[in-house]
């Protein structure tokens, strides 16, 4: 008798406190049984399916647990090991591999854990194929063929030369001197290589990872750091991944952040100019700043404006064929290059821009003016919809009248945390606190766990 199947798969996989459900052991036999079955299923035959994780401690069980209910379903469980998640999904094309599953939870701390999954062609699932996955997960299963693990051969050297082959030329990055702050994530080890294989002089921070010091006060969330050792190593640029590898934070050469925003109008100038901007277009999130969507303006390229999460840009670039698109958090995607978000690709189109119009990091993020930006995240106990808790609309209503058409407000729930964001922008730093706090209060007193 099949089990009722419960809600499994946020905005990026399923995640959690590692070792508490959904992110046990026994769910992760089910998740990979689940994700084998639905593959052969349309392949009408056995399938290989690659593993990654990234450095977290609980990372190797869960690998062990995933792979067990690959096998137990009759596929091939396929190691790739410590790789970023863009590393998996090239693995996935490069091995012909029919699907892949990565154990992470990006640039969440230690305690946490997911599980994303990747179909054949090294793209992130659909809302409906993870529907039907979870289907699985709960049906009762009978039992069958077993089938076998293998470690994949050198997956991390093949995903390194597949990013230096972005770069022509022999050493084309020598004389650039680059800080690189791993995150004590999955980049530790292959953003090194990259870069210091494409000619640079590196400067790596962050690269000891010890399964519990991933993402801890580095990385793309806490570039503080980064930004000190650029100035002090008079460095061109830094560049901090997160946990994952699929998003990138840049520091220019005196030290200021260069957002996912500025990454986005840099490398969509250059592809216009040098004639690869598909479409003219290029696609961000609701959560882009104001000066981004001004800049396009200015610069005459097309905006679209999707849903937040990298599958929503992925999904927008697809119907409109545009070739970047991304998040102002880092996450970028260059779909002519590759199918996912790559910080280390993405820090290489940055580099590249920069090659290009032979210009300092700091000139070329001029090219947008940000305007202030305030997000609180609130603790929620419970998603209700916003519109219908009272005070917090009319909260958002009088921050939207106040501001009028000199700033903007976004508030929404995250979909892999039980959190409220308040995002406000305006037009100085003073009044977009101000604003957002309020907003943020009404949420806590409602709301608040």
């Known amino acids: 008798m099949d089990n009722k199947a419960e809600k499994l798969f946020g905005t990026d996989g399923v995640r959690g406190k590692a070792n508490q459900h959904p992110i046990t052991p026994e769910m992760a036999v089910k998740i990979g049984r689940a994700a084998a079955l639905y593959f052969q299923s349309r392949k009408n035959g056995a399938v290989k399916i690659g593993i990654g994780r990234d450095t977290r401690i609980s990372g190797n069980m869960l690998e062990s647990a995933a792979a067990a209910g690959i096998c137990s379903a009759g596929a091939?469980?396929?190691?790739?090991?410590?790789?970023?998640?863009?590393?998996?999904?090239?693995v996935i094309r490069e091995f012909d591999l029919d699907a892949g599953v990565m154990i992470s939870a990006s640039h969440n701390p230690f305690e946490d854990n997911g599980l994303k999954i990747f179909g054949g062609r090294g793209f992130k699932l659909s809302d409906e194929v993870e529907k039907e996955i979870e289907a699985l997960a709960f049906k009762d299963f009978p039992g069958g063929p077993v089938g076998e693990t293998h470690q994949i051969p050198d997956a991390q050297d093949s995903y390194a030369a597949f990013l230096q082959s972005l770069l022509p030329g022999d050493k084309p990055l020598k004389g650039m001197?680059?800080?690189?702050?791993?995150?004590?994530?999955?980049?530790?080890?292959?953003?090194?290589?990259?870069?210091?294989?494409?000619?640079?002089?590196?400067?790596?921070?962050?690269?000891?990872?010890?399964?519990i010091n991933i993402n801890v006060d580095c990385g793309s969330?806490?570039?503080?750091?980064?930004?000190?050792?650029?100035?002090?190593?008079?460095?061109?640029?830094?560049?901090?991944?997160?946990?994952d590898g699929d998003r990138l934070i840049a520091v220019d050469e005196t030290g200021a952040r260069i957002s996912g925003d500025q990454i986005l109008i840099i490398c969509g100038a250059w592809l216009k100019e040098a004639g690869r901007l598909a479409q003219n277009t290029i696609v961000s999130t609701v959560m882009s700043n104001l000066g981004f969507k001004k800049a396009l303006d200015r610069m005459d390229i097309r905006h679209i404006a999707a849903d937040v999460g990298d599958r929503y840009v992925l999904e927008a670039m697809q119907a409109s064929g545009a070739v970047i698109g991304g998040e102002d958090s880092g996450h970028m995607i260059f779909l002519d290059c590759h199918t996912t978000g790559d910080g280390v690709l993405s820090g290489i189109q940055l580099i590249g821009a920069m090659l290009h119009f032979q210009k300092p990091l700091s000139e070329l993020g001029r090219m947008m003016d940000v305007f202030p930006q305030v997000l609180i995240n609130i603790p929620v106990s419970s998603k209700p919809d916003l519109a219908t808790v009272k005070p917090v609309a009319e909260a958002i209503e009088k921050a939207e009248n106040e501001l009028g058409d000199q700033g903007r407000i976004l508030v929404r729930y995250s979909g892999t945390r039980p959190v409220c964001r308040v995002m406000v922008e305006g037009p100085t730093k003073e009044a977009t606190q101000g604003?957002?706090?309020?907003?943020?209060?009404?949420?806590?007193?409602?709301?608040?766990?």
């Open 76 to 90: 091939g469980a396929m190691f790739a090991g410590v790789i970023p998640t863009p590393g998996l999904a090239h």
């Open 177 to 211: 001197k680059i800080v690189l702050d791993a995150s004590n994530g999955a980049t530790y080890s292959i953003a090194p290589q990259v870069f210091s294989g494409l000619g640079a002089e590196i400067i790596p921070l962050f690269i000891t990872p010890d399964g």
């Open 221 to 243: 969330q806490h570039p503080e750091t980064l930004r000190k050792e650029v100035i002090a190593n008079k460095a061109h640029l830094g560049l901090a991944f997160d946990g």
């Open 435 to 449: 604003t957002a706090q309020a907003i943020a209060e009404a949420v806590q007193q409602e709301l608040g766990e």
